[in-house]
């Protein structure tokens, strides 16, 4: 090859890799800037992914603030149930979706206290998702026992599991979940040895726990409610700072003396991560407006429920300190299921 045809090729072939690099720098760039939020936005039905099954708390939640959501938003919301592991099924699913304002998360505090204890978790409950609102929290867990457990009040079944160390037994209907983590941080404030039986779902833990298989379980107050006014259950107390309007005559553990205990169960809003602020801001706007509503408010008086509407930016940062609070929990109870 003559000499100046040589300089040609290299010339050429350096130019073709500087446009390659320069193309490779604006995809990745491209990649990384979250796509603007079209002015027709939404111009389809959206689905909100739920991962759990349906008649759940979320289920329940969601399906209270849907129809005032598609009214808002001028399209079908639709709701999608993918149940599976907790919960990780469905959220590690929508985390993969694209962050176009068309796929939706909506679950529970799960969703930061479920990966601290497990190991083959495939999502990161704050990185992987773009935090929209924390629309609803209820006034706590109910702690209900079965009538032939001895204790009317915590000081008595404190009492009661001290006299007898792992006696006592509790339902956990997951780790991390809000049958558990009340359980845990009780046990840690008291010092008391109580036996935590596995379930794998809710209905299956309160008929055994109505049977008196087990003794004790930290359940949605709607639930409690209804199996407290026929007597097959006793109410001992709430998980959260105030009593609620539905049993008004049962007390916080604080309350009792647990001072500072406040663990209740939230419901949130997610999008896969990457998705445009403009986007952010307009659901959480559609989400406040929903949750003021005045017939909104009233279903969710009946689920103890609170609409909330927290801010995009405060809702992150919420996620990510409930997290460390259950990886901490997490490493004190199973060190080898905390990363």
């Known amino acids: 090859m ?3 045809s040589f300089r040609r090729h290299l010339l050429t072939v350096a130019l073709l890799v500087g446009l390659a690099a320069q193309a490779s720098i604006v995809a990745a760039q491209s990649a990384a800037t979250p796509q603007p939020m ?12 739920v991962p759990s099954p349906p008649g759940g708390p979320p289920d329940l939640v969601l399906r209270a603030i849907t129809p005032r959501l598609s009214a808002i938003l001028g399209q079908p919301v639709v709701v999608e149930n993918r149940a599976g592991a907790g919960g990780m099924v469905g959220t590690a699913y929508l985390a993969r979706l694209p962050a176009d304002g068309y796929n939706w998360l909506f679950t529970t505090a799960s969703h930061a206290n479920i990966p601290p204890f497990n190991e083959n978790v495939s999502y990161d409950p704050v990185k992987d998702f773009t935090h929209v609102t924390l629309a609803a929290q209820n006034f706590g867990q109910a702690l209900v026992v079965h009538p032939s457990v001895e204790a009317r009040n915590l000081a008595e079944l404190i009492a009661l599991a001290r006299k007898s160390p792992g006696k006592l037994t509790y339902a956990n209907a997951g780790f991390g979940t809000a049958s558990h983590i009340p359980a845990e941080v009780m046990k840690a ?14 209905p299956e833990a309160v008929t055994d726990l109505i049977a008196g298989r087990i003794d004790m379980f930290f359940v949605g107050t709607q639930i409690a409610l209804q199996h407290v006014q026929t007597g097959k259950l006793r109410a001992i107390a709430l998980t959260g700072a105030r009593r609620w309007q539905g049993m008004p005559e049962v007390p916080t553990l604080a309350e ?3 001072k500072g205990f406040n663990v209740v169960n939230w419901f949130g809003l997610w999008l896969p991560a990457g998705a445009h602020p403009d986007l952010v801001q307009k659901l959480h706007a559609a989400v406040a407006q929903s949750v003021a509503d005045p017939d909104v408010k009233k279903q969710f008086e009946t689920l103890g429920l609170e609409g909330v509407a927290m801010k995009p930016d405060d809702f992150e940062k919420f996620v990510a300190s409930e997290a460390r609070a259950a990886y901490d929990i997490a490493r004190r109870l199973k060190p080898e299921a905390a990363k």
């Open 256 to 258: 009792q003396g647990l």
């Open 189 to 202: 404030m008291t010092g008391t040895d109580i036996l935590s039986v596995p379930y794998k779902a809710i």
């Open 38 to 49: 079209p002015r027709d936005y939404p111009s389809k039905p959206i689905r909100v992914v």
């Open 2 to 4: 003559k000499t100046a």
